[in-house]
């Protein structure tokens, strides 16, 4: 298949690279990392999925030289057949790269180094920014997801310390993003990513690509919930029928399950819920958990409050917040970081506690971020020559576009009493950048619960 082909996981450019370095290159050493962008910091992840997908073992066959040579040449660009054959009788078609990364989890500063790579086999110089293509889209795209995600974590966990319960945060957003995306392999990536800070998740191949690539058991959850059709399709006059055969199939003593109820009226609708089905709800012992979908979501969800206050009745908790009997609130449309805001600060300005309401996140959490978000790069910062015995700094310094200057040299990542920073490599030092692979072999792999610990350590 084409898309297992590595030698066409690039950009048609980087075909023509091989002749263009300075005579005698002997190794290229690059990095990746995180200019700047929407936030102060991000949370790094994504690399360990990659490897294991695309580069572990032998990866390059003379069916896939044949293959490509083939596509290459027609599109326009030279062809660097030699050493691709090279890599297959050389190395029996594992890649010659050495990958360092910082532990995947890791919450640190924008512009700092997080990933490292060089070739290391003399001859294949080229092969490092070769793979540059694949390998940055393979971290920029789940680090950037995962940050997004913890930015809306870190303002829900303020307003539950301020009026409820913090041990609630793991299921305060939910996944809703899988049809959002532009593919599976996005819905994958990103979900298990927003994974990584919360266990709410309706994205089925999240929850494969932590299993798969990380090791984890069953690392999200979700819980019965309707959709417009299964409630419009009883008619509007049968509404509350549809929701009382929602109660019978899966409210039990316990559970949770969660009923969209704007088709129509959601005012009358959380009416209907408070008389009509109030007894049934409180017979069941479940919770019923109603989902405003339509309208300015801070003004409708605190109005939904306060009819379900007014029919269920709340308790006032220890922090002097309401919090809702039998029912709890689920927002899943038109959320960002910045709406989650708003939506809590009209709840709590009412007097309702943040436990009452989670959030349900979609093409915001996983589709609307791009590699700008964070102005990811790989860059080349030192290359080796034949004969010389130090290595040359590589750099780029655009006199018009400080914000491109890019990093010169070896380096290492490090954290002391300071905080992070990236320091010219010295092997004295406590290098944060543990080596990821060498030469077709994963090493230093982590667990999905790893990663979810190292991503709580400043929370």
């Not at 898309?3 to 980087?14: G, H, P």
């Not at 596509?71 to 990958?99: C, D, S, T």
């Amino acid at each position: 298949m084409l898309n297992r082909n590595f030698i066409l996981n690039t950009d048609s450019y980087k075909m023509s690279q091989w002749v263009q370095y300075p005579p005698n290159t002997e190794y290229v050493y690059s990095y990746i990392e995180s200019r700047g962008g929407e936030y102060d910091k991000l949370v790094f992840f994504g690399l360990q999925a990659f490897l294991r997908e695309y580069m572990e073992g032998p990866i390059i066959t003379t069916k896939m030289i044949d293959e490509a040579e083939k596509i290459i040449k027609a599109h326009g660009e030279p062809f660097n057949r030699e050493g691709w054959e090279y890599i297959v009788k050389e190395h029996k078609g594992m890649l010659p790269l050495q990958i360092k990364s910082v532990d995947e989890g890791t919450i640190l500063p924008l512009k700092n180094v997080l990933v490292t790579v060089v070739n290391t086999d003399p001859k294949c110089y080229w092969l490092t920014s070769y793979a540059e293509t694949a390998l940055l889209r393979a971290i920029w795209y789940p680090t950037t997801v995962a940050t997004n995600s913890y930015a809306s974590k870190q303002v829900i966990l303020a307003h539950l310390r301020n009026s409820g319960d913090p041990a609630l945060i793991d299921f305060k957003l939910h996944d809703f993003g899988a049809r959002g995306v532009s593919s599976f392999e996005s819905a994958t990536l990103g979900g298990m990513a927003h994974l990584v800070n919360f266990m709410g998740t309706d994205t089925v191949s999240g929850l494969l690509g932590a299993m798969n690539y990380y090791d984890a058991e069953t690392p999200g959850f979700s819980i019965p919930a309707m959709e417009h059709s299964t409630v419009t399709s009883w008619g509007r006059e049968n509404e509350v029928e549809s929701y009382r055969n929602m109660l019978r199939n899966y409210a039990k003593p316990g559970t949770l399950l969660a009923a969209v109820s704007d088709s129509y009226d959601i005012y009358e609708a959380c009416r209907m819920w408070g008389t009509t089905l109030k007894q049934e709800i409180i017979d069941s012992g479940a919770i019923v958990v109603i989902r405003p979908d339509s309208g300015e979501p801070a003004s409708v969800c605190t109005e939904v409050a306060r009819i379900l206050d007014k029919h269920f009745g709340s308790i006032v908790n220890a922090k002097g917040y309401k919090v809702l009997n039998n029912v709890r609130i689920i927002q899943g449309d038109g959320i960002t970081t910045e709406m989650i805001r708003r939506i809590l600060f009209s709840l709590e300005t009412a007097g309702f506690s943040a436990d009452n309401i989670a959030f349900g996140q979609g093409g915001a959490l996983l589709q609307q971020v791009n590699r700008d978000t964070l102005e990811f790069a790989m860059k080349c910062s030192a290359i080796k020559v034949a004969g010389e015995e130090a290595w040359r700094d590589v750099y780029k310094q655009p006199v018009d576009m400080p914000s491109k200057n890019s990093k010169r040299g070896l380096m290492s990542l490090v954290k002391d009493a300071d905080g992070w920073k990236t320091v010219p490599f010295n092997e004295r030092l406590v290098d944060r950048l543990q080596y990821r692979f060498i030469n077709g072999t994963l090493i230093n792999e982590t667990t999905f619960a790893e990663v979810r610990a190292r991503a709580k350590e400043d929370v």
